[in-house]
T-cell receptor, first 114, second 112 residues
Framework: NAGVTQTPKFRILKIGQSMTLQCTQD?????MYWYRQDPGMGLKLIYY???????DKGEVPNGYNVSRSTTEDFPLRLELAAPSQTSVYFC?????????????FGPGTRLTVT | KQEVTQIPAALSVPEGENLVLNCSFT??????LQWFRQDPGKGLTSLLL?????REQTSGRLNASLDKSSGRSTLYIAASQPGDSATYLC???????????FGTGTSLTVIP
């Protein structure tokens, strides 16, 4: 099992550009999450999904969009990138009640907006 | 809104020492609590998960305890090693189990 994979690892965007961060998991988990981590801060939840076709906002959703067309994939879309979106983005997945919702994380995408 | 606090923000200990990391949370209505390790520039690795009905979990030299009523968890590391140097994060989930709130972490340095 590869677990949770994310692409790209690094990206530099200019202000106003758009991009999609890719996330795939091969553990057949229903739950998937996107977080951002700013220096010296904890992780903040951007969006999450409890299954294909179902998504919901977390703490900091503004400026982002998500979709969940399959169990495996949960892409995060940035529209009109702003310097405030410079951060490290982590995707995670977890099973449901029977697995206690233990979270597994991808390696992260380091994004710089200039 | 759930607030998670980890104190101290940084800790430096000599090799071989036993140590305790602290995590506190404001809302005791949680489903579980998970401890993670994060190495510089890397993702998060799960260390231990404690369900709300449990008091503690152990894995090797690590022991995590949970006191839900007081809103506290501790991570005990026995016989620390330089390889334990990393940032340790705790996260709690709400009763639905599908939203996690993270602390800002404790940066641990174990000096050889």
């Amino acid at each position: 099992n590869a677990g949770v994979t994310q692409t790209p690892k690094f990206r530099i965007l200019k202000i106003g550009q758009s991009m999609t961060l890719q996330c795939t998991q091969d553990m057949n988990h229903n739950y998937m999450y996107w977080y951002r981590q700013d220096p010296g801060m904890g992780l903040k939840l951007i969006y999450y999904s409890v299954g294909a076709g179902i998504t919901d906002k977390g703490e900091v959703p503004n400026g982002y969009n998500v979709s969940r067309s399959t169990t495996e994939d949960f892409p995060l879309r940035l529209e009109l990138a702003a310097p405030s979106q410079t951060s490290v983005y982590f995707c995670a997945s977890s099973g449901t009640h029977g697995t206690s919702y233990e979270q597994y994380f991808g390696p992260g995408t380091r994004l710089t907006v200039t | 809104k759930q607030e998670v606090t980890q104190i101290p923000a940084a800790l430096s200990v000599p090799e071989g020492e036993n140590l305790v990391l602290n995590c506190s949370f404001t809302d005791s209505a949680i489903y579980n609590l998970q401890w993670f390790r994060q190495d510089p520039g890397k993702g998060l690795t799960s260390l231990l998960l404690i369900q709300s009905s449990q008091r503690e979990q152990t894995s090797g030299r690590l022991n995590a305890s949970l006191d839900k009523s007081s809103g506290r968890s501790t991570l005990y590391i026995a016989a620390s090693q330089p390889g334990d140097s990393a940032t340790y994060l705790c996260a709690v989930s709400g009763l639905a189990g599908n939203q996690f709130y993270f602390g800002t972490g404790t940066s641990l340095t174990v000096i050889p």
